[in-house]
């Protein structure tokens, strides 16, 4: 906590507020008491909120930078597999080789979902988005889950992480299998966390999937970089959600819910659908025209970043794992991805995405990625959703042990009729 403090003078009174300071990044306003004085602070869409305080995770939007615990995104990418990622931003620390060891088969060990649970997927179409299955799945782990249930116990709340961190993966990969009609892969203990998820999706009973180690590393990526980015929309409903005390599974769930939007977690899914419409190159310039038109609400699916206003971090590495992939696959010359390519470099090109600071953001590469691999434009998403689950726990985790935690209630300016009688 800094001495410094702002002076607010309104109405010949002057209000002081202290400065609140952290290890890196911006300045605060602690506007937490201004109340008091019958003021309010405005900021919709919180461009200028700080909600909590937080050691997970740091974005720096001007030089785009982004740190889990401390470390860069680019050593982690290069260094660790995902599992060492969720232990960091859960534990603060990357683990030893023997607390990798223990993790590894805790996680393993619990990936298996409760038998009853099949009975919940059954209630749903087979064509239903596999979101829309994840959200109602995760929900209702707490009905089957509910032993060791206590927010308030430290042990309680470990187990029910892991035990989110281990089934996550296998609902996303069910709700995938599930739409195809395909019967359930159960998840295997020698396989890793990453090559179970893809087994879990593309093996049948009479097809095995075999692994192929680029594909997997590639795939290991995606979840590393999309692990957690501190405050964005979901991660924020997900603390919303467990500051009223709710359950960690309808907190996920919630969180689940809020990534779906296209302006956030939908944006991969989203990118693709754009390419599938623009179709041709020679169309290119005309969806170009119609993103910079202010009339139409066609916006460059997979640009532009409310943090990131130079580079985007994750994206950089998800450009070099996406040409790796299509080299690999030898699917450099098909024509989404060479549509993709144009597509990229005639935006950086263009005065108004240049002007606007308009760069491609992660999601536009990791579509890509996840196209090549063969996963499904539908699942992307969930994809995105499994990854988070590792930040979301550890946001939820970090939020319980906060002193200044208490329910998240904002307020409004009311702008509505003021009092008046029923004539
Ligand atoms: N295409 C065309 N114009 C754009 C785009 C775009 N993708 N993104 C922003 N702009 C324009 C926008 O119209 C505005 O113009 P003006 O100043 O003339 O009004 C200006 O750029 C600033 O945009 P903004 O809407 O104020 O920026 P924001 O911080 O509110 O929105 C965003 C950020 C990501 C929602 C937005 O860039 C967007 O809709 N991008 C497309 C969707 C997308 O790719 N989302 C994934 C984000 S990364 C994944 C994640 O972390 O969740």
Redesign the pocket.
């Known amino acids: 906590m800094s001495s410094k403090k702002i002076r607010i003078s309104l109405d010949n009174k002057n209000i002081e507020v202290p400065v609140i300071e952290g290890t890196l990044g911006y300045k605060a306003i602690d506007t937490s008491t201004l109340n008091k004085e019958h003021l309010f602070s405005y900021d919709p869409?919180f461009?200028s909120t700080a909600a909590c305080k937080s050691a997970i995770t740091f974005v720096d939007g001007e030089k785009g930078e982004l740190l889990y615990r401390g470390y860069p995104i680019e050593q982690l990418a290069e260094k660790c597999d995902f599992l060492d990622v969720a232990f960091l931003l859960f534990n603060g620390e990357l683990p030893t080789f023997k607390e990798k060891e223990l993790y590894s088969s805790t996680i393993n060990g619990q990936s298996l979902l409760h038998d009853q649970l099949n009975n919940v997927f059954r209630g749903f179409r087979r064509d239903a988005h596999p979101m829309a299955v994840m959200v109602g799945v995760v929900g209702s782990m707490a009905a089957f889950y509910f032993d060791n249930m206590n927010i308030n116990n430290k042990n309680h709340r470990k187990q029910s992480a892991n035990k989110l961190l281990a089934k996550v993966p296998t609902i996303a990969a069910w709700s995938h299998t599930y739409n195809l009609g395909l019967p359930f892969v159960y998840p295997k203990h020698d396989l890793s966390y990453v090559a179970n998820i893809l087994n879990m999706m593309f093996s049948s009973p009479n097809k095995p999937y075999h692994v192929n180690p680029i594909i997997t590393r590639a795939f290991e990526r995606i979840l590393i970089l999309h692990a957690d980015?501190e405050q964005?929309?979901?991660t924020s409903t997900v603390r919303l959600v467990g500051s009223t005390g709710a359950n960690p599974y309808a907190c996920i769930a919630s969180g689940i819910a809020s990534?779906w939007g296209?302006?956030?977690?939908?944006?991969?899914e989203?990118?693709l659908k754009m390419l599938n419409e623009i179709k041709n190159e020679s169309r290119i310039n005309e969806y170009i025209k119609r993103?910079?038109d202010?009339n139409d609400d066609?916006?460059?699916?997979?640009?532009?970043?409310?943090?990131?206003r130079n580079r985007?971090p994750r994206a950089e590495i998800m450009k070099v794992t996406c040409h790796e992939v299509l080299d690999e696959l030898g699917l450099n010359n098909e024509p989404l991805f060479k549509l993709a390519n144009t597509l990229e470099k005639i935006a950086l090109e263009d005065e108004?995405?240049i002007e606007?600071k308009?760069y491609p953001?992660?999601?536009?590469y990791s579509g890509i990625v996840m196209k090549a691999l063969g996963i499904p434009n539908s699942m992307f998403t969930a994809i995105?959703a499994l990854a988070r689950t590792a930040g979301w726990i550890a946001h939820w985790h970090e939020m319980m042990t906060d002193s200044d935690n208490k329910i998240g209630r904002p307020r409004q300016i009311y702008t509505g009729r003021t009092q008046r009688d029923i004539p």
Do not use: E
Request: charged content about 20%; aromatic content about 18%; glycine content about 12%.
């Open positions: 869409g461009t980015h964005n929309a979901s990534l296209p302006a956030h977690g939908g944006a991969n989203a990118t993103a910079k202010k066609f916006r460059l699916m997979g640009f532009g970043h409310r943090v990131y985007d108004y995405f606007k308009l953001n992660v999601d536009f995105f």
